[in-house]
């Protein structure tokens, strides 16, 4: 009966999950008539119905809401601690789901990973590489790294490095401009903008400096993006200056195709963090994962790349 149960809920849980039976079955590894089955003798047991059905949707009921949210994540945190007892003490194991800032997990941690597989051969870490806030709990994620992720309940991070802006243009863009020498000076420059990805805003351009002065620069907006690594190229392409991360900015810079504006005022963005739910049972593969980048942070000293070029 308790095999039963379980083959049930795991049906239940991917169901709900995936939004079908064809892509449930997939996961699970049956039939989609195997898994329908499964869930209309879970719904018969219950005495409740769960999913609403036609021919082109499955969408959960009420109660099928209310089970999924208060089942999904403990049941989870079973199966991975039943998966660590098999694999042996120390030997955690697994499909590990992380969100990465595209150019971080680059640059940054995917060249941590061979010393992280060597140690952890039977975690096979899946790496989504994506220019948005993701809703970690929600898409299934178990960790992610990148700044400005809202801390809810559910949510733990931890500071690998803060993060400054620089401010940068072109040598074309600066032949053709007076080069500014204070952040007043910038209110008669073209400036290659950025999007809040969460608010739709334009960000403003709050500069600080070592005395302690912070303030809004005016510049005139000539281009609105989202991502850091297009508004580097943008501004390499001579249409403004840009106020960029640093870690964004220093291979440009290194290159010679931006050059560093301002140099003693900067902006300053939220830390670059690690993320990962708050769990009781937290799985031993997230556990190691993140000590590992947290250690390879500080190990690496790369706090440098992200405050300065």
Not at 44 to 64: C, E, P, V, Y
Not at 100 to 122: C, H, K, N, T, W
Not at 164 to 185: I, K
């Amino acid at each position: 009966m308790l095999t039963d149960l379980r083959s049930h809920l795991d049906a239940f849980i991917a169901a709900a999950d995936e939004g079908s039976f064809s892509a449930a079955g997939r996961r699970l590894g049956l039939t989609p008539a195997a898994v329908s089955k499964s869930v209309a003798q879970f719904e018969a047991r219950m005495g409740l119905r769960l999913f609403q059905r036609s021919t082109r949707s499955l969408a959960l009921t009420t109660d099928g809401e209310r089970l999924y949210a208060q089942v999904r994540l403990p049941w989870g945190e079973i199966g991975e601690a039943l998966a660590d007892l098999r694999q042996g003490a120390g030997q955690p194991a697994g499909p590990l789901k992380v969100a990465l800032a595209p150019m971080v997990g680059r640059e940054y941690v995917l060249p941590m990973l061979d010393s992280f597989l060597q140690r952890y051969p039977d975690i096979v870490p899946d790496l989504h590489f994506d220019n948005r806030q993701v809703a970690l709990v929600a898409e299934g994620f178990d960790v992610a790294v990148g700044g400005g992720i809202e801390l809810t309940d559910g949510l733990i991070s931890r500071e690998l490095t803060p993060l400054r802006f620089v401010l940068v243009a072109s040598p074309r863009y600066l032949e053709q401009h007076p080069l500014p020498r204070t952040p007043e000076d910038l209110v008669r420059h073209r400036g290659v903008m950025r999007r809040s990805l969460r608010t739709g805003r334009l960000i403003p351009w709050t500069l600080n400096n070592a005395e302690g002065r912070s303030g809004v620069a005016e510049v005139r907006p000539v281009l609105v993006l989202d991502d850091p690594e297009a508004m580097g190229r943008a501004a390499a392409a001579g249409l403004g200056l840009a106020l960029m991360p640093s870690p964004h900015a220093r291979p440009l810079v290194r290159s010679g195709d931006l050059v560093q504006v301002l140099p003693d005022w900067w902006g300053n963005g939220l830390p670059l963090s690690i993320y990962y739910a708050s769990r009781r049972l937290l799985p031993t593969k997230v556990r190691v994962f993140v000590d590992h980048v947290v250690h390879e942070f500080k190990a690496r000293g790369l706090a440098a790349h992200f405050m300065g070029v």
